[in-house]
């Protein structure tokens, strides 16, 4: 089935303080030491699509998400990114540029449009595994964004409120975003303004090892 990942209307900040791998980013080199990231970045996992529930929805950059174009969404690669996806099922290919934030799902690395799903013939199946490869990147005058720690998403306020306690006590920078899906309200508790992406895994370590969460690193393109 398609992974559900809306582009949040708007947010709500409670608090505020102070390399191939399978199902986790190779490390790159520090993104303010590297100009040529994301150009080379290789990352392995399970890929997944979403279509017709969030055509016509505005993404991650402004565009109009068009479930016929080969577009894609990832959770930290640099918006403007183009990426190879080589299916290692079907051994097709499709190139498509990252124009979203998603999935956002344990587990998954990628979700492309229903066109790119198609192209790698993964419609009927909902995930298959892959190989990304980014061979372009075109830049954004506002730059990156800064990466986050997303540890939680919860239908009830104080049950994500109650989470944002417990972890504030060890990360006090972080604020819970109020995303609004067809099917309901979300609060998403979110840690952390970190510049690499080896400096927000290690807080993925600790918070999972800490509290027994399954965090997963975000891009904040706002």
Not at 8 to 17: D, E, N, S
Not at 45 to 66: I, L
Not at 85 to 91: A, D, E, F, P
Request: with cysteine; hydrophobic share 40%; proline share 6%.
């Amino acid at each position: 089935m398609p992974s559900t990942k809306p582009t949040p209307l708007f947010i709500i900040v409670i608090g505020v303080g102070a390399f191939i791998y399978d199902g986790c980013t190779t490390a790159p080199p520090p993104i303010d030491r590297f100009p040529g990231y994301p150009i080379g970045f290789v990352e392995r996992g399970m890929a997944s699509w979403y279509g017709p529930g969030f055509h016509g929805n505005k993404t991650a950059n402004g565009e109009r998400y068009d479930m016929h174009k080969l577009t894609a969404a990832h959770r930290t690669l640099p918006l403007g990114s183009v990426a190879v996806v080589h299916s290692l099922t079907s051994g097709r290919h499709v190139t498509v540029r990252i124009n979203d934030r998603g999935p956002f799902a344990r587990g998954r690395i990628l979700d492309l449009s229903l066109a790119g799903a198609q192209a790698l013939g993964m419609v009927g199946n909902g995930t298959d595994r892959v190989e990304l490869r980014v061979v372009d990147y075109n830049s954004r005058p506002e730059g990156m964004g800064v990466l986050r720690v997303q540890v939680g998403a919860f239908a009830d306020l104080q049950n994500a409120r109650a989470l944002f306690a417990q972890v504030q006590r060890e990360f006090p920078d972080g604020r819970i975003i109020q995303v609004d899906f067809a099917e309901g309200r979300r609060y998403r508790v979110q840690i952390g303004r970190f510049l690499t992406e080896p400096e927000a895994q290690l807080a993925v370590v600790r918070l999972d090892h800490i509290f027994s969460l399954q965090s997963f690193v975000v891009r904040d393109d706002g």
